[in-house]
């Protein structure tokens, strides 16, 4: 089953970028259609890509026959932390999923003899990608918690991992506006694609399998995502590979710095962009406002602490080490 996920990146040449423009994608914000004619699935090169092709440029495609490939910083477009009580001084930095660190879908997705079920298992890295280019993992976190109801996550269903890499816990059903009603949020790391609440003539879905998907004649396979647990998908309909508690392969995560420890009593209540690669983040603690300003400039990610006014440390991190760590 793992030979289904060998890639032969010395064959990069062969890879056929996609021209988003081409797919239906209006750069004044109007969602593409997505095919939906009886025997057509999204299981194709340009299904898949015209999922991610709202977000153009941001999100780009290319794809070899068997794979499609979305490079994206993993960065949203929308805004994050804010809203999150149980913080682990975690805070976003742009990552590099593009090249050979970029996200992998298979164009045509091969049913499993056996689901793979996520309740336990799965516990780091993504379980899905969604349109905007971040990932999506697992509702519990790499403890076993569900990250939704201990605080972890901001007004958008994600938070930050031990690498700093931004990511959902729940099927981040605000997309719905950006990528059109009816159309795919998300699509599955085994190929198949994640839909929201309703079919896309606005019914409900029905028969609903352990994996939280069905057919149809319309779609193919497909999931559906949800307000409470499984919320984006219950287990993979499809075959994946597993290693070391992740699906395997996926891209990974370059950190700066080590892993934080939780700040008990921490709020987020603020986080914006202050200029090119430069961020400020605003936690409420013990009744005072606490501001993370930090910007990446040559390689180094630079963080000023200020309590109130008064500044409290200066830091510089070059990254944490030239290994690609897996994100958690």
């Not at 045509?108 to 999506?136: D, K, T, Y």
């Not at 990250?147 to 007004?155: K, P, R, V, Y």
């Not at 939780?262 to 005072?288: C, H, M, S, V, W």
């Amino acid at each position: 089953m793992r030979s289904r996920f060998l890639i032969l990146f010395g064959f990069a040449s062969c890879l056929q970028a996609h021209d988003l423009s081409g797919l239906g994608y209006d750069p004044h914000g109007h969602p593409p259609d997505l095919p939906t004619s009886a025997g057509t699935t999204l299981s194709s090169a340009s299904g898949l890509a015209r999922i991610f092709a709202p977000f153009a440029p941001a999100v780009s495609t290319r794809e070899d026959g068997s794979y499609l490939y979305i490079n994206s910083t993993g960065f949203p477009d929308h805004p994050m932390m804010k809203g999150i009580r149980n913080w682990q001084q975690q805070i976003p930095i742009p990552q590099d999923y593009s090249g050979e660190n970029s996200w992998r879908l298979p164009l045509q997705p091969v049913p499993a003899s056996s689901p793979a079920m996520i309740r336990g298992r799965f516990l780091r890295g993504a379980i899905a990608l969604a349109a905007n280019g971040v990932p999506i993992f697992n509702p519990q976190n790499n403890r076993g918690e569900i990250a939704l109801e201990i605080g972890e996550l901001d007004e958008w269903g994600g938070h930050c991992g031990r690498a700093d890499d931004y990511h959902y816990h729940i099927a981040p059903l605000h997309l719905q506006e950006k990528v059109g009603s009816g159309q795919p949020l998300a699509v599955a790391l085994d190929g198949y694609p994640v839909y929201g609440l309703t079919e896309p003539d606005g019914t409900s879905p029905q028969d609903l399998d352990t994996c939280h998907g069905h057919e149809s004649r319309e779609l193919g396979y497909h999931y559906h995502a949800s307000q409470n647990y499984p919320y984006v998908l219950g287990g993979f309909h499809g075959e994946v590979a597993e290693r070391g508690e992740q699906v395997d392969p996926q891209p990974r995560a370059q950190p700066f710095r080590p892993t934080g420890e939780p700040l008990r009593g921490a709020e987020i209540t603020d986080f914006q962009k202050n200029g090119t690669d430069a961020y400020e983040l605003t936690y409420r603690l013990r009744g005072e406002n606490w501001h993370l300003f930090y910007s990446i400039r040559n390689g180094k990610l630079m963080i000023e602490t200020r309590k109130g006014n008064q500044t409290i440390r200066n830091e510089t991190f070059d990254r944490h080490d030239n290994r690609l760590h897996p994100p958690r």
